[in-house]
């Protein structure tokens, strides 16, 4: 390349490869085919589009979370069924594991998150089960399966992956005892009434809440809290936290101290100006948004918009997040929707019960659709905006 627009290359095309096939890598590439003039390729390790937002649902076996990631991109763009390896930024080429290399002129970095285990907590990461991704929601499952329908289950973390988890066991296995560890609160995220509907939907399905307890030492048949109580554990499930791949920081990118790619708040790689990110690991001015669907897919809009932007030669729009709030199931029957400031901040209105299920499936189903319409109509995802520089940047959403 000779400069930001035009390949040094005779079929004047350019090529943009986005690694990564989840909520924001999958908007990002249908996005970019408002310009003809773009060959678009998405990496991602398998074929299936995972709808995190419902791995808990797969888990306890009262639903589904994979879509054919191919029915949802757009005619113009090409799945590469691999895993990347390495982005070699000064020769602008994606390693991946099956020894292939995919050349770029841009790259779109949407690689995504995942569920960790803390290494500084004895035993958690032998015999606690992660829920983040399709594969550890898969092993999760099957482990559930091996176990008798009337041992208790420990849920850790009370952020709304743990929650949805513990609401989930509670409703499928009803012969089970789930106990949900918080480590400080049930539901920090939220406002004081909607936590309340929460826990109140909660002890309907018998969860057992220990709200500030936090876990020491995690063994296979117990865990073991910081008070030093012991709970049975026929199976612990560990959902506080989440983590990114190591690619960025592997391939010589910076990142910040998770792993998340840094960038400019035009989402633009610090250290390479043909490397754009979006979604969970990317972390704009080095502050992050919440993780979370809500905020990959306009990064994701964002993302695009800049390469296309810089593809013709205009001036890319800085980052404006607006947040709306969030949806949580409680069980199939259940839910609660905490409205929120665009800053994230949560107020005081909420929904509860039977019509936030409703709502918060709807918002579900629709997010699929906004994606698979993206495919069929580049340009026409729309999302609220915020005035530059406004949105509260949380790190971690459990």
């Known amino acids: 390349m000779t400069n930001n627009t035009v390949p040094d290359r005779l079929d004047e095309r350019v090529r943009v490869v986005v690694l990564g096939g989840g909520y924001a890598g999958a908007l990002a590439?249908?996005?970019?085919?408002?310009?003809?003039?773009?060959?678009?390729?998405?990496?991602?390790?398998?074929?299936?589009?995972?709808?995190?937002?419902?791995?808990?649902e797969l888990v306890a076996g009262?639903?589904?979370?994979?879509?054919?990631?191919?029915?949802?991109?757009?005619?113009?763009?090409?799945?590469?069924v691999d895993?990347?390896?390495?982005?070699?930024?000064?020769?602008?080429?994606?390693?991946?594991?099956?020894?292939?290399?995919?050349?770029?002129?841009?790259?779109?970095?949407?690689?995504?998150?995942?569920?960790?285990?803390p290494t500084s907590v004895p035993g958690a990461v032998e015999f606690s089960y992660p829920i983040g991704e399709l594969e550890q929601a898969e092993r999760l499952s099957a482990a559930l399966d091996e176990t008798p329908r009337d041992a208790q289950v420990c849920i850790v973390g009370g952020g709304l992956t743990g929650i949805e988890a513990a609401a989930e066991l509670a409703e499928q296995r009803p012969d089970s005892k789930v106990v949900l560890i918080c480590g400080g609160l049930l539901g920090p995220t939220l406002g004081t009434r909607a936590r309340a509907s929460v826990r109140r939907?909660?002890?309907?399905?018998?969860?057992?809440?220990?709200?500030?307890?936090?876990?020491?030492?995690?063994?296979a048949d117990t865990v073991r809290l910081a008070d030093g109580r012991e709970v049975p554990a026929a199976l612990t499930v560990w959902t506080a936290g989440f983590g990114v791949p190591h690619l960025a920081a592997s391939s010589g990118l910076r990142t910040d101290s998770l792993g998340r790619l840094l960038t400019d708040e035009m989402l633009v790689?610090?250290?390479?100006?043909?490397?754009?990110?979006?979604?969970?690991?990317?972390?704009?001015?080095?502050?992050?948004?919440?993780?979370?669907?809500?905020?990959?897919?306009?990064?994701?809009?964002?993302?695009?918009?800049?390469?296309?932007?810089?593809?013709?030669?205009?001036?890319?729009t800085a980052l404006a997040q607006a947040f709306v709030g969030t949806n949580i199931s409680v069980g199939r029957r259940y839910g609660t929707i905490q409205l929120s400031t665009k800053d994230d901040a949560p107020r005081r209105f909420y929904i509860g019960g039977k019509l936030a299920a409703i709502i918060k499936e709807q918002v579900c189903q629709t997010v699929v659709k906004?994606?698979?319409?993206?495919?069929?109509?580049?340009?026409?995802?729309?999302?609220?905006?915020?005035?530059?520089?406004?949105?509260?940047?949380?790190?971690?959403n459990q």
């Open 370 to 396: 906004q994606i698979a319409k993206e495919g069929r109509a580049p340009g026409s995802y729309k999302w609220p905006g915020a005035q530059h520089g406004s949105p509260r940047r949380t790190p971690l």
């Open 62 to 80: 009262s639903g589904e979370a994979t879509v054919d990631l191919a029915g949802l991109l757009g005619a113009r763009v090409r799945l590469i």
């Open 201 to 219: 939907q909660l002890e309907r399905l018998h969860v057992d809440i220990h709200d500030d307890a936090t876990v020491a030492e995690v063994m």
């Open 269 to 316: 790689s610090l250290d390479d100006p043909r490397i754009v990110a979006a979604g969970d690991a990317a972390a704009p001015s080095g502050q992050p948004l919440r993780m979370s669907c809500q905020a990959a897919m306009p990064l994701a809009a964002r993302a695009a918009g800049t390469v296309l932007d810089l593809v013709s030669g205009n001036k890319p």
């Open 29 to 56: 590439a249908n996005r970019l085919q408002q310009n003809s003039s773009i060959d678009i390729s998405v990496i991602n390790p398998r074929p299936e589009f995972v709808e995190r937002v419902r791995l808990h």
């Open 83 to 117: 895993t990347a390896e390495t982005v070699d930024a000064p020769r602008q080429v994606v390693e991946l594991q099956s020894g292939a290399s995919v050349p770029y002129d841009y790259l779109i970095y949407a690689v995504g998150s995942t569920g960790t285990v």
